[in-house]
């Protein structure tokens, strides 16, 4: 008679840690920071570690790095030991009864998926029903640029030192200036490079109509939920009135937020962050996405290498995740957790085929980068 299998979950770490950005970042509104302060997530089970991280974005989802690492070794952390990291039903069901802490739940996920993989000898993308291939990445450039003279200039060295072809431009305060910016880029790279901005809500529909269709000349691939989520029918409105694609992503924390775009219609690109929904809820994203016959696009939320790896596993494995993804965040960093960097090269992010998502922390940079309270 077979046995079944049962991964019990041992142990559960969070780790805070701190690595300085090179330079500082800035988005949106309230948005900045200087460092990576995240929070590394350890899942024992089996003789095997699950690796994943948590992003703290106060003013995202309203989580910080105390409430992350608070949430996991208090509450989330607990409930999880002597349950099995095979049943995924049964521990979401767990996860679920606390409501809220995105991320922290998120990278929980992560950590069981990962760990499930090891302990089945799979990589995560094969886990995931998909096989591993390089995934192509794009680049943010955000708002922190002396002048457009600096803005062009790093777009240009990006693309000459790892070959990528795709920029993602932080915009929304200053539309003109916007305009301006994407133009010079399109002059400065070519017509092969892919350009899309990300308004982060900050424009009102009038002038997210009148600036997003002035950019469409210039070969806009798609505009980042260029007004409030809020809004309802006028988000549809804009959406009718260009033929840029509309990204989602602020619009889409969650199962319940997906099915309310879809069915609004204001939305033409799925945008996926496993450090927002983990790899079950993400799973569940595109299928519904691909239901509507939405194209997916995955983003980041700024991760170190820990969160590139599972994120780039996640972009290889599903067809329908056609876009370049949001996945070179640690090129920015003075350093990561990982033995080994990340390796992006020919504008792709290339991952390696073996048990989980090959995640491996340096000892020595963990004791360097982490923070003890």
């Known amino acids: 008679m077979h046995k079944e299998t049962v991964l019990k979950i041992e142990h559960v770490e969070a780790i805070p840690f701190r690595i300085p950005l090179k330079k500082a970042s800035r988005w949106g509104a309230h948005g900045k920071r200087d460092a990576q302060e995240h929070v590394l997530i350890r899942v024992y089970a089996g003789g095997a570690a699950g690796t994943a991280e948590a992003p703290a974005r106060p003013t995202i989802y309203g989580e910080t790095q105390r409430s992350i690492v608070h949430i996991v070794r208090d509450t989330l952390g607990p409930m999880l030991v002597g349950h099995d990291a095979l049943d995924r039903e049964g521990y979401q069901a767990k996860l679920a009864a606390i409501p809220w802490n995105p991320t922290a739940k998120a990278a929980l996920d992560t950590a069981l998926h990962d760990v499930a993989a090891q302990a089945l000898g799979v990589s995560l993308a094969r886990l995931l029903g998909g096989k591993v291939k390089p995934v192509e990445v794009s680049w943010m450039l955000s708002l922190n640029f002396v002048d457009d003279e600096e803005f062009i200039q790093e777009a240009v060295r990006i693309r000459e030192d790892y070959g990528i072809r795709t920029f993602k431009i932080k915009a929304g305060s200053d539309p003109a200036g916007d305009l301006r910016r994407l133009r010079m880029l399109r002059e400065a790279l070519g017509e092969d490079a892919i350009l899309f901005i990300d308004a982060n809500q900050l424009y009102s529909p009038a002038v997210a109509i009148r600036t997003i269709n002035a950019m469409a000349e210039y070969g806009l691939a798609m ?149 003890d309270w």
């Open 223 to 371: 505009a980042e939920e260029p007004v409030p989520i809020g809004l309802g029918a006028y988000r549809k409105k804009v959406a009718d009135a260009t033929t840029v694609p509309i990204l989602a992503d602020d619009s889409v924390f969650s199962l319940t937020d997906v099915r309310r775009e879809l069915q609004d219609g204001a939305i033409s690109v799925m945008g996926i962050k496993i450090a927002r929904t983990g790899i079950y809820e993400s799973m569940r994203i595109v299928h519904m996405a691909e239901g509507y016959g939405l194209p997916c696009w995955i983003g980041s939320q700024g991760v170190s290498g820990i969160g590139a790896l599972a994120s780039a596993h996640f972009a290889s494995a599903f067809r329908s995740v056609t876009y370049p993804a949001d996945l070179s965040t640690p090129l920015k960093q003075e350093d990561d957790l990982l033995e080994h960097p990340i390796d992006i090269r020919d504008g792709k992010l290339h991952i390696l085929d073996e048990p989980g998502i090959g995640a491996q922390v340096s000892d020595e940079k963990l004791a360097r980068y982490r923070l």
